[in-house]
């Protein structure tokens, strides 16, 4: 008797993984005689601070289920954190939700919120990929639009916004913010802002504000949800350490739907980010490390005849050289450098490559050096 076969394969209606077709050109980096400089994920390579280090480790004995919702110290760390740190205002703890790292999160919301085929999600034109794939996951319609007015009568369920920008570091100002949160409101979507980049700011004159700002939102977080991770400013990738804040019914509705998934935090890591959220010390360690790491890559870009368009903020330099990015891709391969085709983030991308800075330095400096020659 033959096996049954599954009737329909979930896989089967997403894109490709877009990292998996780099394995040629990988395979060229990494035969450079000086060793491969990858730039193409921005996976953090510093050590974690020792302050965030020695909290794991003392609640490290955690035999029981951690609490879905997060700890009171976590959500209260978290508070205090954006209201330091990015001036966010009016935000109560029960609205907070820690998440098992932002990629999750951003997955699984438009299931999490009960969309369907005749929902629209709408995501920025050039985008974290993962963003489209969650929509897709929940079987609803995907629209890329940067401007709202393109969407004509339709009226979305789910609007996300990113900035500073993956891949370009575009930075979104507070008038900008403003319309979307207005149109969006006038409208009943949700607003989910990915604010991951949010400490790592380059440019004065271009700053970058939370949706959950007063200057965007006046206070009120109604239909607005900030997505935040410590992944980039406290290098906690590998701790998968992330928490959404915002709309207070609506994080309600997402920690009803995660108790029952069983999507929990564990309770050392919780006590970690407690750790990271109260300490700004080890972040300006960081954002001053990745501030050199751009000051040594950028000034290698520019002087191999790249331009560098946008980047003012992020861990990324969104460049081009006029020609189809695989064809950049593959050059700058020859050179032992593997970089990601901005194809991956959008058809606009196709001319552009990402550039990570998520590099050691001794990486960042071989990468100028080859770019140089």
Not at 86 to 114: R, S
Not at 133 to 161: F, I
């Amino acid at each position: 008797m033959s096996e049954a076969k599954p009737t329909s394969s979930l896989s089967a209606s997403l894109p490709v993984f877009p990292w998996d077709t780099l394995a040629d050109v990988t395979a060229v980096a990494r035969a450079h005689p000086d060793g491969i400089v990858d730039l193409s994920v921005g996976t953090p390579v510093d050590e974690v601070a020792q302050v965030v280090r020695n909290a794991l480790a003392a609640a490290s004995s955690a035999p029981g289920y951690p609490t879905t919702a997060g700890t009171p110290e976590l959500r209260a760390a978290a508070v205090n954190a954006l209201r330091r740190r990015y001036g966010i205002t009016d935000l109560a703890a029960d609205a907070v939700l820690p998440v098992i790292g932002t990629k999750e999160v951003i997955a699984w919301l438009p299931t999490l919120l009960n969309l369907r085929s005749d929902d629209v999600v709408v995501v920025p034109e050039l985008a974290y990929p993962t963003y489209e794939v969650g929509a897709r996951l929940a079987g609803a319609e995907v629209v890329a639009a940067d401007s709202l007015t393109q969407l004509g009568p339709r009226n979305p369920k789910l609007v996300y916004v990113n900035s500073p920008s993956n891949p370009t570091g575009a930075v979104l100002g507070v008038e900008h913010l403003r319309k979307v949160v207005e149109w969006a409101r006038s409208r009943g979507a949700l607003v989910a802002s990915d604010e991951c980049y949010l400490g790592l700011g380059w440019d004065p004159d271009a700053v970058p504000v939370s949706v959950l700002h007063p200057s965007v939102c006046g206070g009120d977080h109604t239909g607005l949800l900030a997505i935040h991770s410590l992944s980039k400013t406290s290098s906690l990738a590998g701790y998968r350490a992330g928490f959404v804040a915002g709309d207070p019914a609506v994080v309600a509705e997402l920690l009803a739907v995660r108790k029952h998934a069983g999507m929990m935090v564990p309770t050392p890591i919780q006590a970690a980010m407690v750790a990271a959220l109260d300490d700004d010390a080890h972040e300006e360690v960081q954002k001053e490390r990745y501030a050199h790491r751009r000051e040594v890559l950028l000034a290698a870009v520019l002087g191999a005849g790249f331009t560098v368009d946008h980047s003012e903020a992020g861990l990324y330099l969104w460049a081009t050289r006029g020609e189809p990015c695989r064809d950049t891709v593959a050059s700058l391969a020859e050179r032992g450098i593997l970089v990601a085709p901005g194809e991956f983030y959008g058809p606009r991308g196709g001319r552009y490559v990402r550039m990570a800075l998520t590099a050691t330095d001794e990486r960042i400096d071989a990468a100028a050096r080859r770019l140089s020659s």
